[in-house]
């Protein structure tokens, strides 16, 4: 999954057989659903927001709402202010609120791998970057869900 939206195929007839890529999405909702459950079920998460959705005359458009369907799958799921970056980190899942946390979210999965002895060399070059400047990043151990 992709910021709201999943990831679509773009092989054989997809395309010819559904008019809308959306089509597409809402017909595999069921499936999107088990899916992001296996991943996110009893996990500290964050996604766009449905305030932010909403902000931006989303929620009519798009196939679900990223905080629902994280809640719905059983995730735990926490926000801060529209807009502002925010991460959670819970295991080896690293989840960004929005576009404003791309960096600080790369950074976390920048850290993930550095900690793992079989990524070092990669570690070593790149060093283990802070969090983006003005960044909130929320690990399991330390979160506690605001919503």
Not at 18 to 35: G, I, K
Not at 109 to 119: I, K, M, N, T, Y
Request: proline residues 5%; charged residues 20%.
């Amino acid at each position: 999954m992709c910021g709201t939206t999943p990831r679509l195929p773009y092989c054989g007839n997809t395309q010819r057989d559904f008019a809308e890529p959306w089509d597409f999405a809402a017909r595999h909702n069921e499936q999107t659903s088990r899916t992001l459950a296996s991943l996110v079920q009893g996990k500290s998460v964050t996604g766009f927001a449905n305030s932010e959705a909403e902000a931006v005359r989303l929620t009519d458009v798009v196939p679900f709402l990223a905080e629902e369907m994280l809640k719905q799958c059983g995730g735990i799921y926490s926000k801060t202010r529209d807009w502002q970056s925010y991460v959670v980190v819970d295991g080896n899942l690293v989840t960004g609120q929005n576009p404003a946390s791309s960096e600080a979210a790369a950074k976390a999965v920048l850290r993930q791998l550095a900690s793992r002895p079989e990524v070092m060399s990669i570690g070593a070059s790149i060093g283990t970057p802070a969090a983006g400047a003005g960044a909130s990043v929320v690990s399991r151990e330390t979160h506690n869900p605001s919503t």
